[in-house]
Structure formats: C-alpha cells, structure tokens
C-alpha cells in the first residue's frame, strides 16, 4: 500500500533523546518510521473500511484523553489526527499508513473518542457497536493503544473495551495503555496511578505518556515498531536517513 508524500513545515518536536546510544538510535528510527505517517481513508461504518494486507494498530481511548495528540507527537506531524472542537462530535474511523522509502508496512486507525456526555444516546450506542465489531472481527488488527488520562484512571468505558479485546489479547493481540497528560502528575502520583493501571491492564503494558514533556514518546514508538517487526525485534542500531518533514492529505473530517 503506498500514498503519495509531500513536505510540511512545522512538526511537533522529537522525544529528548535516551541515553544509551544504542536505545537512542532504536528510538530515532522507530520514530523515523512513525514520522512517515500519511492519510490513506475515512469510514463512516466498519463496512466501508477496505480490507488491508498489513498489521494495524488501533488508536482508541475517551473523548479528551489526549488520542489526537498522542498521534500526532508520535508521528511527528501538527495535523495527522485532528482534536475536534467539540469532543466526541467525530463518528468516522480514520487509516493511516506508515513505511519507509514510501511502501507501507503498517496502518494506524484512529477511532473515534466516546464517552462524550453531550453525544446523542443513540450515537453512543451505534459507535460501541461499531467499535465492538472492529476490535473482535478486524482481521488485520496486530495492536491496540488505549489512551487514558491519569488523573481520572480508567473508566467503565475503559474496562469494557479491555474486556471486549481481552480473548484477543489471549490469542497474541498487543495492547498498551498509555497514561496521557502525565506533566500533570507529581512523582509519586504517577508512581501510583502506574501500578494501579498495570493491575489492571490484564497481559497488557502501561507506559507513562507527555507530550508536552515527550515523556515516554521514543520508548512507545519502539514498542509499535516491535509490534509490527517482530521478526527484527527492536528497532536495528544503525544509522538510516531521517525522513523530511511531510503535510498529509486532511481527513474528512475532524477526529
């Protein structure tokens, strides 16, 4: 699957860099490859999502949790995933696809955020069902990333998604928690929501998440990478040209 690319000219700035030099490097190029990230479709309904031959990564999380920025600091780009001014208004799912030299070797789907008290009852109950359905049927879905902000922990919400996804996550699904906004927290308050949500991840790995601060950015793209590379393992140590900065073709609508 390949997209045209085009150039950008503001992007979010990189996570600081670690400092192992072999872990800063598997970071740059896990990021590198985010950074390659371009629209490819727009789906009102799990129906007209087309079906792909390549791992997908699924983006998912409430309404304010900090998704569309989570996105665009891992991709390093200003206007991948749109926040909406009116949080939970957005009712498509979003594919992104992300490879080096411009063939892609993954996808990122962004769905929409839920949870929103000002949504329509009705529109609720669709997109659960809706959602439901991509998380148990998706045959090209390799991962899950749940957004959750720390200072409220994870909700009903929350907890029926990771019950939804927990026999595939059983049978080898990723899954990750990434605890958005965490600038907000003192030390030992992310120390403690920390190991709280990892009781509660249920096999699923829980990673600290600023964007503000680029707190946890490098070691989460490595893990995406790791998800879609598994044969390589890691992201390799050795040096690879950094992609330019690119503008991709806007959704539809915003997310």
């Known amino acids: 699957m390949t997209s045209p690319r085009a150039k950008s000219a503001a992007y979010p700035p990189r996570a600081a860099p670690a400092a192992d ?10 990021l590198g ?19 792909v031959d390549l791992p997908e990564i699924a983006f998912v999380g409430r309404s304010n949790a900090g998704k569309s920025t989570a996105i665009n600091t891992l991709t390093q780009q200003t206007r991948l995933a ?21 063939v892609d070797d993954a996808v990122l789907a962004d769905l929409p955020g839920y949870g929103y008290a000002a949504v329509p009852k009705e529109a609720k109950l669709r997109w659960q069902r809706v959602m439901g359905n991509y998380l148990i049927t998706r045959e090209s879905l390799r991962g899950v990333v749940l957004m959750c902000d720390p200072r409220h922990g994870l ?25 958005t906004k965490s600038d907000k927290l003192t030390r030992s308050e992310a ?17 600290l ?15 995406l990478w790791q998800w879609v590379h598994p044969e390589g393992g890691a992201a390799p140590a050795q ?12 959704p539809p609508e915003e997310t």
């Open 21 to 30: 030099p072999q872990v800063a490097e598997r970071e740059r190029v896990a």
């Open 33 to 51: 490859w985010l950074h390659t990230a371009h629209f490819l479709t727009s789906a009102p309904q799990l129906e007209h999502l087309p079906p």
């Open 82 to 102: 749109f926040a909406s001014k009116t949080p939970g208004r957005t009712q498509h799912i979003n594919l992104f696809g992300i490879g080096k030299q411009k």
């Open 155 to 179: 909700t009903e919400l929350d907890e029926i998604l990771l019950d939804v996804i927990r026999p595939r996550v059983q049978q080898g699904l990723k899954f990750l928690i990434l605890l």
């Open 191 to 207: 120390a403690k929501v920390l190991s709280i949500t990892r009781l509660q991840a249920g096999g699923g790995e829980v990673k």
């Open 209 to 223: 998440f600023s964007a503000l601060k680029k707190q946890g950015v490098g070691d989460a793209a490595q893990l």
């Open 239 to 250: 040096s690879q040209e950094q992609p330019e900065p690119q503008e991709t073709p806007e």
